[in-house]
């Protein structure tokens, strides 16, 4: 069964930074374009960043300039990099990837079970 989970999750200080994964888990064909969102307490999920498999990535506005996501196709894993934290970024960030499992050959979304981030002095 193909999971993803996440870690890296925390309380910081305003300012400070920190870093999640999300490494995925199981038999797959391969691993499309992955993200991450988040969600606030009384708010819908929003997306942060994408990546596609060949290491393109894509930034909502809120974030660019202080997020870096990345990827590393061999453990089929991907990474946020947060720096420059606000209080508005306290959330759960979930990561998300389309997943080719066999014996698809199309791929599906698969959601981590989504970490907790507290920014907060």
């Known amino acids: 069964q193909v999971q993803l989970v996440e870690s890296g999750g925390g309380l910081v200080q305003p300012g400070g930074s920190l870093r999640l994964s999300c490494a995925t888990s199981?038999?797959?064909?391969?691993?499309?374009?992955m993200g991450w969102y988040r969600q606030a307490p009384g708010s819908q999920r929003e997306l942060d960043a994408t990546?596609?498999?060949?290491?393109?990535?894509n930034y909502d506005d809120s974030v660019k300039d202080r997020f870096i996501i990345s990827r590393d196709n061999a453990k089929n894993t991907v990474y946020l990099q947060m720096n420059s934290l606000k209080p508005e970024d306290t959330a759960v960030y979930f990561c998300?990837?389309?997943?080719?499992?066999?014996?698809?050959?199309?791929?599906?979304?698969?959601w981590g079970q989504g970490t907790q981030v507290t920014v907060s002095s």
């Open positions: 199981g038999w797959v064909v391969s691993v499309n374009d």
């Open positions: 990546i596609t498999s060949g290491g393109s990535p």
């Open positions: 998300n990837a389309d997943i080719v499992v066999p014996p698809l050959v199309v791929g599906r979304p698969y």
